[in-house]
């Protein structure tokens, strides 16, 4: 089935370490988005990808960056996680903007 | 800037009863589109129903419905015959054009057996 993979599940980093969250679609959508979400709050986006046109939220701190290597990958950088980004990050993907999203499950991170 | 609202932070509905979650939104835009999400507490966003500004009829989609009310700005998702497994999150969004999604702050819907 055509869908959206978020790996790992679940992301527990230590403060200050770097880590990296990884997104892959098989739908073939030429839009990948990254999502903050953090508990009983709205997803927050930070950018999307175009094909391979970034956008980065105006809010969005220097600590997030992203790389779309390819259509079908996407990936989230935290520089260096504070305890603050502990949250569900959330990857979704559609055709083109303004179409409906589908997302993925979500990596839920946890900052010690 | 659009804006999406939604006043009701929590809903308790018996099983089989049918609900109706509020959405109302604010643009000044003629083109736009309204969307309802899912979030089951496993934190996956589920996409429920699609209905655009132009569009003559309501969208339906099974057992959702989405009741737009474009005079009053209102998008409020129908759901009928509740069960058990409809308890979640439900956000509403809205874009405009190529615009990206903009969130409601959410409903949190618990149906009771």
């Known amino acids: 089935d055509a869908m959206v993979i978020q790996n790992p599940r679940y992301q527990v980093t230590q403060f200050g370490k770097p880590v990296t969250l990884s997104c892959s679609q098989t739908l073939n959508h030429n839009v990948m988005y990254w999502y903050q979400q953090k508990s009983s709050q709205a997803p927050k986006l930070l950018f999307h990808y175009y094909d391979k046109d970034f956008n980065n939220e105006a809010d969005t701190p220097d600590n997030f960056q992203s790389r779309r290597p390819n259509t079908s990958f996407c990936f989230l950088d935290i520089r260096s996680p504070g305890l603050g980004d502990a949250a569900m990050y959330l990857c979704a993907t559609s055709r083109a903007s303004g179409n409906e999203q589908f997302f993925g499950p979500g990596t839920r991170l946890t900052v010690l | 800037a659009q804006k999406i609202t939604q006043t009701q932070p929590g809903m308790f509905v018996q099983e089989k009863e049918a609900v109706t979650l509020d959405c109302t939104y604010d643009t000044s835009d003629p083109s736009y589109g309204l969307f309802w999400y899912k979030q089951p507490s496993s934190g996956e966003m589920i996409f429920l129903i699609y209905q655009g500004s132009y569009d003559q009829q309501n969208a339906t989609e099974g057992r959702y419905s989405l009741n737009f009310q474009k005079a009053r700005k209102s998008a409020n998702l129908v759901i009928s015959a509740s069960q058990l497994g409809d308890s979640a999150m439900y956000f509403c969004?809205?874009?405009?054009?190529?615009?990206?999604?903009?969130f409601g702050t959410g409903t949190r819907l618990t149906i009771i057996p």
């Open positions: 969004a809205m874009t405009l054009g190529n615009e990206k999604l903009t």
